[in-house]
């Protein structure tokens, strides 16, 4: 599970500035001119062998009635309320001011750890005096920073660091099968939790509040232990707006990377929409097991053939993802919800497959006797040997005499072969391609 870093201030400190520095490219929009930023954007990072999830927001006026600075402050609020860290951005050539203090206020109430980051200190060496008045503020030593001369990064990321949650390494964690219930607001991610819960009455314990503001419920079933992680935050569609939106494509992020299997849950009414494909794709580039959940299948009108078109033009919309079973379900009156329970226990498992070399090379040998690897300018692929070094995903390293030659539809090719042969519904598989005698230069297919 990555770390959230939240970077948060008033209007025109240099947050922007300063995001785009620690993300080493320019990601936001930068000007002179406070409310540039209105809407929170994230990128990935790494710092000290960690892969953090960086967010900017727009910045924070604490007493406005101007709707939008109102509906910034909102968004703001929401990136402090997903983070793990926040970094509280100041200017030293304007001082503390009034809404810093508010501002710090704020942060001082939401719990979190804070880094306090003072910018435009834009000369090396000791801090100027006015750096002092920041300690006013009560969020700890001020930390001298210059977003523009790229000064004092490392700093804030070290203080950064030190306020991590730890991993949770404890064995009975180990033993739980993690499921991520993600999708768009109202799709019924909720709903089909509190339906596997009511109808079962085997809840082991709940627990509110974690890093990630979600839900995790744990859930025993016929000996097995689960971990549902509930990603939903608003329940009914009336209180969902377009920040809301994103901000749950973030949660769901999160919840991506800690689960084992995900749950993508589809509005049956509405089909797959562009939140739904984003989802899924990280869920996907993530390498974790996954479900296609159609719900609200009571509501749909049904003629011959309407599952199975429904299906259909599923996997036309998540062409990346055919690989992954689709069950059309109501958690409203929990028609076919025992159905996920044999879903959820086949793709964790395929998705932890190991293959034996010999048994690899004697798919791979037998392909490449139906179909001959491709040519070029007389040069054949010619395919030594594959291994598999790695699983969640299963991952293949396949040993070539030169790899340009491995095009991408041949390779395609094979892992449907693998498939065929080995199972791994459910589940992303991945290769490596290497030239016979090196360590380097492999290509990737996902």
């Known amino acids: ?61 604490p007493d406005t009635s101007d709707e939008m600075l109102v509906q910034m402050k909102r968004q703001a609020m929401l990136a402090v309320d997903i983070a793990d860290v926040i970094i509280f951005v100041g200017d030293i050539k304007t001082g503390v001011t009034a809404a ?64 991590f949650p730890s991993e949770f390494d404890d064995e009975e964690e180990k033993e739980l099968i993690k499921v991520a219930v993600i999708g768009r607001p109202n799709a019924g991610k909720s709903s089909l939790i509190n339906k596997i819960l009511g109808d079962e009455r085997v809840i082991v314990s709940e627990i509110a509040g974690t890093t990630r503001d979600a839900i995790d419920t744990y859930y025993e079933k016929d000996g097995k232990k689960y971990l549902f992680i509930d990603t939903a935050g608003i329940r009914r569609k009336s209180k969902v707006d377009e920040a809301v939106e994103r901000y749950s494509v ?57 599952m199975k078109q ?40 395929q998705n932890s497959k190991r293959i034996t070399t010999g048994a690899l090379n004697d798919i791979i040998n037998e392909a490449t006797l139906k179909v ?26 396949l040993f070539v005499n030169d790899k340009k030659l491995a095009h991408f539809s041949y390779i395609r090719y094979l892992e449907n072969q693998i498939r065929s042969a080995f199972g791994m519904g459910g589940t992303p598989v991945r290769f490596i391609i290497r030239e016979k005698g090196t360590d380097s230069g492999a290509s990737k297919w996902k």
């Open 372 to 397: 001959q690897p491709p040519s070029d300018k007389g040069k054949r692929l010619k395919i030594y040997y594959g291994t598999q070094p790695s699983a969640n995903p299963p991952t293949f390293v």
């Open 100 to 163: 810093d203090s508010s501002v710090a206020d704020m942060l001082r109430k939401s719990g979190k750890p804070v880094v306090l980051a003072v910018n435009k200190v834009d000369k090396v060496g000791n801090p100027p005096p006015e750096i002092y008045e920041f300690y006013n503020l009560g969020l700890g030593d001020p930390i001298s920073v210059s977003a523009v001369q790229s000064l004092g990064l490392g700093d804030i990321l070290d203080a950064a660091y030190e306020h």
């Open 250 to 306: 973030l949660r769901s992020y999160a919840a991506i990377d800690r689960a084992d299997v995900c749950l993508i849950m589809i509005d049956g009414k509405e089909g797959v929409a562009e939140q739904d494909a984003k989802v899924a794709g990280y869920a996907h580039e993530e390498g974790k097991a996954s479900v296609i959940i159609i719900n609200k299948w009571d509501t749909v009108t049904k003629e011959t053939g309407t």
């Open 1 to 61: 599970m990555k770390p959230v870093i939240a970077i948060v201030g008033r209007p025109n400190v240099g947050k922007s500035a300063l995001f785009n520095r620690l993300a080493g490219r320019r990601i936001s929009i930068v000007e002179d001119t406070p409310g540039v930023t209105r809407d929170r954007i994230y990128t990935d990072i790494e710092w000290r062998s960690t892969p953090i999830t960086l967010i900017d927001t727009g910045g924070i006026e």
């Open 310 to 349: 429904a299906k259909l033009d599923t996997y036309e919309k998540l062409s990346f993802m055919q690989y992954a079973p689709i069950e059309c379900i109501s958690a409203k009156t929990g028609s076919r919800v025992e159905k996920i329970f044999p879903l959820i226990d086949s793709v964790y498992e």
